[in-house]
């Protein structure tokens, strides 16, 4: 069983940035697919950037992300970064990453519940 914890969440101001890190062990991280949510006070879970498993680079994002953040991996530290750029307050959100095996066919899914295992998440929080 894979785990997965989250790091590097925080308070800045609009305009500023994060990188948030997830760790993973108890498996390989090539073999997994990993999804960054969020969810804010009254809203559902929201995908935010997905990153294919071993090799791949793929990714998608959500449409009001892209440009602002990106996700990589090194997969020699089981580690998922999200580098947020440009936060806006409605940024603002508990941030989780998610890990799911990869199998034939399956290519980056947004939706958290895709996702087999997910880490506690950190807080981000952008103020005005």
């Known amino acids: 069983q894979v785990q997965l914890v989250e790091s590097g969440g925080g308070l800045v101001q609009s305009g500023g940035s994060l990188r948030l890190s997830c760790v993973t062990s108890?498996?390989?991280?090539?073999?997994?697919?990993v999804l960054w949510f969020r969810q804010a006070p009254g809203r559902a879970r929201e995908g935010v950037s997905c990153?294919?498993?071993?090799?791949?680079?793929?990714?998608d994002s959500l449409e009001a992300v892209k440009g602002r953040f990106t996700v990589s991996r090194d997969n020699a530290k089981n580690t998922v970064y999200l580098q947020m750029n440009s936060l806006k307050s409605e940024d603002t959100a508990v941030y989780h990453c998610?890990?799911?095996?990869?199998?034939?066919?399956?290519?980056?899914?947004?939706?958290?519940?895709?996702?087999?295992?997910w880490g506690q998440g950190t807080q981000v929080t952008v103020s005005p």
């Open positions: 998610a890990a799911l095996r990869s199998r034939r066919g399956l290519y980056c899914p947004l939706n958290p519940i895709s996702y087999l295992y």
């Open positions: 108890g498996a390989p991280l090539d073999d997994y697919l």
């Open positions: 990153i294919n498993a071993g090799n791949d680079s793929s990714t």
